[in-house]
């Protein structure tokens, strides 16, 4: 059975993207993207 180890991939993946960037990056596109998506929302809910 050859099943594609997704959630594997996926941890290795993070684990070597979280390694190899520096945290404050890390913490500003979060930040970003929390932000974009709060202000998108916002902006469905005012209409």
Do not use: Y
């Amino acid at each position: 059975m050859n099943l594609m180890p997704i959630e594997s991939f996926i941890k290795v993946t993070f684990g070597v993207v979280f390694q190899v960037t520096p945290i404050w990056i890390l913490g500003g596109i979060a930040l970003a993207v929390l932000l974009k998506i709060l202000w998108h929302i916002t902006k469905t809910k005012v209409r």
